[in-house]
């Protein structure tokens, strides 16, 4: 059992406006993503390497209420608030190559696993009932692709990559513990004391740009 950073999840209040702000910030444009309609949300995306992308995701105004609260946290309060003044760095995921045991082996809540959908992609991927992200997003979201399935293959290269991802959490031991249980050894994470907080350092053709 082995896992990997897949991607980073950056929320915003509508699409447009994250996509308008997150471009000006790394100079290249996001590519088109689609809509979740099990979660009542929609993205872009931007290819960051192989197998690693970064997600911009928001509310989808068009789509029903999904009749659960959407992954991310989306539905909170408090982080609508802060939406309100900007995109943020909400979540991370890590690809698993055997989602059951790794969330079975997880010493943190993750949620039940399930199966979702965006056009003709389809995944597995772990969503606590009440959609918050674990440990303030210290903790990732597990995902599963179909064997020779990624996001990534269908995206064109923009010029970025990833510098690293940094997590703060008053339990770093533990986070590091947590992980090291479901197989994850990626050197571009980083665990340290502090926050909650993420951030995500990226080589963008504008320079390094760091989002938090």
């Known amino acids: 059992m082995t896992a990997r950073l897949d991607h980073f999840a950056i929320a915003a209040t509508d699409l447009a406006s994250g996509a308008a702000w997150l471009e000006a910030r790394l100079g290249v444009p996001l590519a088109p993503g689609g809509r979740h309609p099990r979660m009542g949300t929609h993205n872009r995306v931007l290819r960051l390497g192989d197998g690693l992308y970064l997600e911009l995701i928001a509310i989808d105004p068009d789509a029903p209420p999904p009749g659960r609260p959407r992954w991310f946290g989306l539905d ?3 982080l609508a608030a802060r939406l309100a003044e900007r995109p943020r760095l909400v979540a991370w995921v890590a690809a698993t190559d055997d989602l059951d045991a790794a969330a079975a082996a997880s010493p943190f809540p993750l949620g039940p696993v399930h199966e979702m959908t965006r056009g003709d992609l389809v995944w597995r991927i772990t969503i606590p009932d009440d959609g918050r992200t674990v440990e303030s997003g210290a903790v990732p979201t597990l995902i599963e692709w179909p064997p020779g399935v990624h996001p990534t293959k269908r995206m064109p290269d923009a010029g970025c990559t990833l510098e690293r991802l940094t997590i703060h959490h008053p339990g770093s031991q533990r986070i590091r513990d947590g992980l090291a249980r479901v197989g994850l050894d990626d050197p571009t994470v980083h665990i340290v004391d502090g926050g ?9 053709p504008a320079g390094r740009v760091v989002l938090d």
Not at 196 to 204: E, K, Y
Request: proline share 17%.
């Open 196 to 204: 909650p907080s993420l951030a995500v350092s990226l080589v963008t």
């Open 76 to 78: 909170e309060p408090a």
